[in-house]
């Protein structure tokens, strides 16, 4: 069975800091796009970042103002979403995605959710004082 599957998140105040981690199975994602998403309550579902499958190119959200840092390690066959100084408008639940988008030059090819053929099933992440 292929899988894709989030964890990390949890209630944190504002400010603190959190790493997601998403570990595929049943098959290599090593040469696999993989990318964030979030999804807040009463919002659709947006891109946060996203990286290669040899981590020379990474994408993000201009909003998140560098906040969060998009890695991988392919050996573990696990992808990560380190998120700094979080905000209470952060609050969402965060998945993970792996596809073979058709690269666009200068373009967000990145964006297109219909073209990740892998998502997880998403962990929650609440930030609160």
């Known amino acids: 069975q292929v899988l894709l599957e989030e964890s990390g998140g949890g209630l944190v105040q504002p400010g603190a800091s959190l790493r997601l981690t998403c570990v595929g199975t049943?098959?290599?994602?090593?040469?696999?796009?993989m990318s964030w998403f979030r999804q807040a309550p009463g919002k659709e579902r947006e891109f946060v970042g996203g990286?290669?499958?040899?981590?020379?190119?990474?994408y993000y959200e201009d909003s998140l103002q560098g906040r969060f840092t998009v890695s991988r390690d392919n050996a573990k066959n696990t992808a990560y979403l380190q998120m700094d100084n979080l905000k209470p408008e952060d609050t969402a639940v965060y998945f993970c995605?792996?596809?073979?988008?058709?690269?666009?030059?200068?373009?967000?090819?990145?964006?297109?959710?219909?073209?990740?053929?892998?998502w997880g099933q998403g962990t929650q992440v609440t930030v609160s004082s």
């Open positions: 049943g098959r290599s994602f090593s040469n696999y796009l």
């Open positions: 990286i290669s499958w040899n981590s020379r190119n990474q």
């Open positions: 995605a792996a596809g073979f988008p058709v690269k666009i030059p200068g373009g967000a090819f990145y964006l297109n959710q219909p073209d990740y053929d892998y």
